[in-house]
């Protein structure tokens, strides 16, 4: 019986990971190091002391890993290139042995039907770059592009979806502005030509890529949210509006062709003393080059509120709302209203999310099964969510739930699990949690049951 909530014939279902949280072997291959292995190496980085040295062992344990996918019938599987893996010292010598592992994994993946999409950075800076200066410094753009280059060489003829960044925002503000992520520091300057420098190494990337690899598709990968103003007043809304330029739009303009927005940059420098002064000529036009997507991260929504005597928070939290494990609001009205905003503020080409998921407190069962109902309903109200923009013209092509399986999250270790397969970090068993096991339905039906129009008001 065909769903009551149908996708379009053709909707891609995958899932994501990324080389740092699932790898290991951090240091075997030739592979060199990383900002994320000199980060969790430091003590005191990491809430739970620990460190991505073994993760989900994925990279010994590769094979299985890919027959897991197939058994839950996945159409597509997002991960990301180790940096170091193919350029120990960030530039140079290519070692072979790193692209190996990619060549393989790209090879399992086509044999079982499964499409790769590839992201070329998701955080794991070769260390030497970072010690020459890391993204605050043009050097490393241009460090970049020879990366992307040998990669999409290698790979280009079999993979056919390039992303190349992922999250940028992230990268420069959690990493160079507010210290919380590798490499640590709290420099907002440094942040600020950190984020122009990711943004200008993805538009010189772009045409090497498809110089390399034929009818390419290729995107960035941007972590969006759904900023609303706390009440209706005009105070809310200026805040509403300054928090979205910081964190939608000040990566958003560029990539299609608008310039920072001057209300940003006046932002960063009432705010944080930031200048805009590592824009050289042509760059604007470098990171406007065209793309085939956009992938979209997507969460949670922000409230925001304008900064009172009080001394509350910029954002603040509803009282009837769920969160999750991280302390996010489950809030998929919202991301329905994002997918229509990028469609008609941006006129986006195509929209894959590239990452949508939520992190509880799974636990094993004494059935051997992972009951994680709460992340269940999550995916079910986002995908209903997504269903509706689709019916609204944004032309989303797919969806790739954050994570295949549990992983290093980050700062909080292992503390935080996203995944729809379960593992045990001591033994390294997987079991498929019972929404991966929903998923594999969801996806073999492309929909789901139920009132197409039961999407709660936020
Ligand atoms: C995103 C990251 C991803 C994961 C999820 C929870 O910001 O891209 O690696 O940590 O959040």
Same mark, same amino acid.
């Given at each position: 019986m065909s769903p009551q909530i149908a996708f379009p014939q053709g909707f891609l279902w995958g899932a994501a990971t990324s080389s740092y949280q699932i790898e290991g072997a951090w240091n075997e291959d030739g592979k060199g190091e990383s900002i994320w292995d000199r980060f969790s190496h430091t003590p005191g980085k990491i809430s739970d002391? !620990?460190?991505?040295?073994?993760?989900?062992?994925?990279?010994?344990?590769?094979?299985?890993?890919?027959?897991?996918?197939? !058994?839950?019938g996945l159409q597509a599987y997002r991960f990301s290139i180790t940096w170091p893996r193919v350029l120990p010292e960030g530039r140079g010598q290519v070692n072979q042995a790193g692209l190996d592992f990619y060549d393989r994994l790209v090879d399992g993946l086509l044999a079982r039907n499964i499409t790769p999409f590839v992201t070329l950075y998701h955080w794991d800076l070769p260390q030497a770059l970072e010690d020459a200066g890391g993204w605050p410094a043009r050097a490393t753009a241009e460090a970049f592009v020879d990366y992307a280059d040998a990669v999409s060489a290698r790979l280009g003829d079999r993979v056919k979806h390039w992303i190349t960044h992922n999250e940028p925002w992230v990268a420069a503000f959690l990493g160079y502005g507010m210290g919380v992520h590798a490499p640590g520091l709290r420099d907002f300057q440094k942040a600020m030509a950190a984020s122009h420098h990711l943004l200008l190494s993805h538009g010189w990337a772009v045409p090497v890529i498809r110089a390399n690899s034929q009818d390419a598709r290729v995107g960035i990968t941007l972590d969006l949210t759904d900023v609303v103003p706390a009440s209706p007043s005009p105070q809310d809304y200026h805040a509403a509006r300054e928090m979205d330029g910081f964190l939608n739009r000040w990566f958003l303009d560029p990539i299609f062709g608008r310039g920072y927005p001057a209300d940003v940059i006046a932002w960063f420098g009432r705010v944080h003393g930031a200048r805009v002064d590592f824009v050289q000529e042509g760059d604007m036009d470098a990171i406007a080059a065209p793309t085939d997507f956009l992938g979209v991260n997507y969460y949670t929504r922000h409230v925001a509120r304008a900064p009172g005597d009080d001394n509350l928070p910029p954002t603040i939290t509803t009282e009837d709302s769920e969160f999750t494990e991280m302390g996010w609001e489950v809030a998929p009205r919202s991301l329905f209203r994002l997918l229509n905003r990028l469609h008609f503020d941006y006129q986006t080409p195509a929209i894959y999310i590239t990452e949508n998921g939520a992190a509880f407190p799974d636990e094993v069962s004494e059935d051997g099964r992972v009951h994680d109902d709460r992340r269940l309903a999550y995916l079910d109200a986002h995908f209903r969510a997504a269903h509706e923009a689709i019916q609204c013209g944004v032309p989303l092509r797919g969806y790739f739930v954050w994570s295949l399986m549990d992983n290093f999250e980050w700062s909080f270790g292992y503390t935080k699990r996203f995944g729809i397969v379960y593992i045990d970090f001591e033994t390294q068993q997987r079991i498929v949690k019972d929404s991966g096991l929903w998923y594999r339905d969801v996806i073999a039906r492309n929909g789901l049951d139920g009132e197409p129009d039961a999407l709660p008001t936020h």
């Open positions: 002391g !620990s460190t991505g040295d073994i993760a989900c062992d994925h990279y010994h344990r590769w094979e299985a890993d890919l027959d897991l996918m197939q !058994s839950l």
